[in-house]
């Protein structure tokens, strides 16, 4: 019996071959293929000889119906009207079916004529149609003994959200053979939206062996193997579903760790760093004069020029002249510098009560498989790059994602809480002048080393080493040395540590690639000071 199906099947087909051309509306783009050929998918990509199309259909688009062997014409319709080269080609396991042509050529009103020759088994596949990037999808199903119907529902016990159910035919293996990956639509596709799954898949061929998949996105997917069918039959089918396993795109996914808990303990420990960074800028000046101009001298480079900065520094009695400066200032006497910094660097230390948040990228290796091998990659707190502060921006990550997408991990990393108050105080005095881009900047507009220069050299003329200009220079010299040495010190402080505890639920887009985690994070930090804080707060 077998062999008289595949004998008719070549019969059918070498008709074809004969009767190659007289297809109505269409010439085939190859003057040698006259006759039904054998079309893979990746043949019959067609395109346009004129006007770009717009749209591209079957008529009628219905499941074509055919006993093997058996041949029918179908007709394709290109819109806007003009000629066009249509790509046909089979796809799925459509066994020894062929198409007519492998790229027909329509008319100038945009339509052409090709023929489908049944496989000499039962089976059922698509014909795919194409014209530049649109494409058309016809099914095709082949039966000698009638045709079926399946009613499709889904058994799923996860938490995954599903906008589409698809579900398809497969006659090209069994579940078994289908392997764990979720394979590609087979034939007869039957969509939903509708949750939980519920389709109906009409003209399934009785006599094949196959199987029906049903996927939710690409999201969760099953598969049921199908008994043997018989005419006319509805099958009640329920498909198990499972999660399709996570994976990561090619770029890391952004991860902001909000500080909600204990923010003011936080502040309160950076306060603590304070006095360590003020010391290292004041040492042991007795006041803003001593302090500047101290610092002033030192900026010069020669024995002679500070000889002279000394006579002249006495002559024209410049300490007085600085002190001068605060007269009118809400400081207290000849500390306004002083003063001033601690005021940004207090102001800074309370800042991460006013809502604070580490910003991360969670990443995986190009050969990594696994979730375990996530890097935490941290890129700022409060704005603030992670690499002025933290001793290593990457730090490895032990993380696990249980069955309904929780991810939960674990890091710690070492950062320098001086710097990190440094910068959180430099965020402060840019604020308070805006045309200061760091706080040597911000101290020389408090100061005004122009006009103090001016006024230095003023109190005593007569120097050939250094003008009012030169004076100027010195001034603001001297404020980026003295905060320099704030640095000095930061860095002489030992690192404190932050461990960090999180877990979340994993943001998925619709092929099962993580692009977010959504949940709660607990950290704690030691400092170099013997203090402890707890913090915490939301992951996003």
């Known amino acids: 019996m077998t062999f008289l199906r595949v004998f008719l099947g070549i019969l059918v087909r070498g008709l074809w071959v004969l009767l190659g051309g007289m297809l109505v509306g269409c010439s085939s783009s190859s003057s040698t293929t006259a006759g039904p050929v054998p079309v893979g998918p990746n043949e019959g990509i067609g395109g346009s000889t004129s006007s770009a199309a717009q749209s591209i259909v079957f008529s009628p688009a219905d499941t074509v119906l055919l006993r093997p062997g058996e041949s029918i014409a179908r007709h394709v319709l290109v819109t806007p009207q003009a000629q066009y080269d249509v790509g046909l080609a089979l796809l799925g396991d459509s066994v ?61 016990s996860g938490v995954r959200q599903v906008s589409e159910w698809v579900t398809s035919l497969h006659t090209d293996g069994s579940c078994e053979e289908l392997g764990s990956k979720l394979p590609e639509d087979g034939s007869l596709v039957t969509t939903s939206a509708v949750s939980p799954p519920s389709l109906k898949m009409a003209n399934v061929p009785v006599g094949a062996a196959q199987s029906v998949v049903l996927r939710g996105d690409h999201l969760v997917w099953g598969c049921r193997d199908l008994p043997v069918l018989s005419a006319a039959e509805i099958l009640d089918l329920v498909v198990p579903l499972y999660d399709v396993p996570v994976s990561y795109g090619p770029d890391p996914i952004q991860v902001m760790f909000a500080l909600d808990t204990n923010a003011t303990g936080w502040s309160t420990t950076l306060t603590a760093v304070l006095p360590d960074i003020l010391s290292g800028f004041v040492q042991s000046a007795a006041n803003d004069s001593a302090l500047l101009l101290d610092s002033m001298r030192s900026s010069l480079g020669s024995t002679d020029a500070q000889t002279d900065f000394d006579q002249r520094r006495a002559a024209g009695d410049w300490d007085s002249i600085v002190a001068s400066r605060w007269t009118n200032s809400t400081c207290a006497d000849d500390e306004c510098i002083r003063t001033a910094l601690d005021q940004w660097l207090s102001t800074g230390a309370a800042s991460v009560t006013q809502g604070s948040s580490i910003a991360a990228r969670l990443s995986l290796s190009a050969s990594s498989v696994s979730l375990n091998q996530v890097q935490l990659t941290l890129e700022s707190m409060q704005g603030l790059a992670a690499g002025a502060w933290v001793t290593s921006t990457q730090v490895p990550l032990t993380a696990n994602i249980d069955a309904h997408d929780i991810l939960t991990a674990s890091t710690y990393f070492s950062f320098n809480d001086g710097l990190f108050l440094r910068q959180l105080a430099q965020v402060v005095a840019s604020a308070q002048y805006p045309g200061a881009s760091d706080i040597p900047q911000a101290l020389a507009s408090l100061v005004d080393c122009d006009t103090l220069g001016t006024q230095l050299n003023d109190a005593a003329v007569g120097s050939a080493t250094c003008n009012a200009s030169c004076l100027a220079q010195l001034c603001r010299a001297a404020l980026r040395n003295l905060w320099t040495n704030t640095e ?28 977010g985690c959504d949940g709660t994070w607990l950290g704690k930090i030691d400092s170099p000071d013997g203090l402890t804080t707890t913090i915490g707060g939301a992951v996003h």
Request: hydrophobic share 40%; charged share 15%; net charge negative.
């Open 96 to 156: 020894d079916a062929a198409l007519s042509q492998s790229v027909v050529q329509t008319s100038s009103s945009g339509e052409c004529d090709f023929s489908i020759s049944a496989s000499s088994v039962p089976t059922s596949f698509n014909v795919r149609a194409s014209v530049e990037s649109l494409t058309a999808v016809l099914p095709v199903s082949v039966s000698e003994n009638g045709y079926a119907a399946l009613s499709l529902s889904g058994s799923y």
């Open 488 to 515: 000095t010190v930061a860095r002489e402080r030992n690192n404190s540590e932050l461990t960090l505890n999180f877990s979340g639920t994993l943001r998925l887009d619709e092929n099962a690639v993580v692009v």
